[in-house]
């Protein structure tokens, strides 16, 4: 039986963190040891990363015995976009062990994060990834926003996913969901539009 569980990244239980250290590695080889990557943090302190896992096992008997299948993190930070300032969160990381992709676990865990993120203080989730996995993040209740930019890196160096393709030749494209009445009512001003995130150079979430 595997369940959903949320920590803030700090206070993820070591036999967790090394779980979804396991996951990621499948996913974006690091080269670094399991040592190595235990002592640093999973995610950017700086944009208070919630991190979400579907674990197989019984985490209060067991938790060393318990099998991390799907990872991902919640970034979160305040952003201005069009003179107003949101709490924008986003999805990253999310990646599903090598070993049980195409079971379903992925959509489990990024619709927990959606009912999370739309529970949340938040004002709006907006993040990005290869084209050919819109269907699959919209069917998770997000929305695709074909005419969005999102722009990581800093106001000075910005980092704009419409210039990343990826090794298979694909392009980034932009998913958002409004959380509260306050971006509902300003959904428009997130079309055709730069959503600057003023993240640390060179950083994209
Ligand atoms: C993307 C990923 C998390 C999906 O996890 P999963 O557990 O295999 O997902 P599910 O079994 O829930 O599949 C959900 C749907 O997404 C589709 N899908 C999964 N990976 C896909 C891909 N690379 N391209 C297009 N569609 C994909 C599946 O075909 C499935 O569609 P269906 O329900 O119509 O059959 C997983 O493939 C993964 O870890 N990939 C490597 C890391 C990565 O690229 N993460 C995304 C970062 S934005």
């Known amino acids: 039986m595997a369940n959903v569980v949320a920590f803030r990244e700090p206070d993820l239980p070591p036999p967790l963190k090394a779980g979804a250290i396991e996951v990621l590695e499948g996913a974006w080889p690091s080269g670094r040891s399991l040592e190595q990557r235990m002592s640093r943090p999973l995610a950017n302190r700086d944009y208070a990363p919630v991190c979400m896992l579907l674990v197989e096992g019984d985490l209060a008997a067991d938790a060393q015995h318990a099998q991390v299948l799907a990872f991902l993190v919640i970034p979160t930070k305040r952003i201005v976009h069009a003179g107003r300032e949101y709490i924008a969160s986003g999805l990253s990381a999310v990646s599903t062990h090598p070993a049980h992709r195409a079971r379903g676990y992925g959509s489990r865990l990024v619709r927990a994060a959606y009912e999370t993120l739309t529970s ?4 709006l989730a907006i993040f990005t990834c290869d084209e050919p ?5 919209e069917s998770c209740g ?46 428009s001003d997130f079309e055709d539009s730069d959503v600057y995130l003023e993240l640390r150079a060179g950083d994209l979430w």
């Open 120 to 123: 949340s203080d938040a004002d």
């Open 133 to 137: 996995l819109a269907p699959f993040y």
């Open 142 to 187: 997000f929305t695709l926003m074909p005419t969005t930019t999102v722009v990581g890196g800093t106001r000075e160096q910005p980092f704009r996913s419409d210039s990343i393709v990826s090794e298979e030749g694909h392009r980034k494209v932009t998913l958002m969901a409004a959380i509260s009445d306050t971006a509902r009512a300003r959904w």
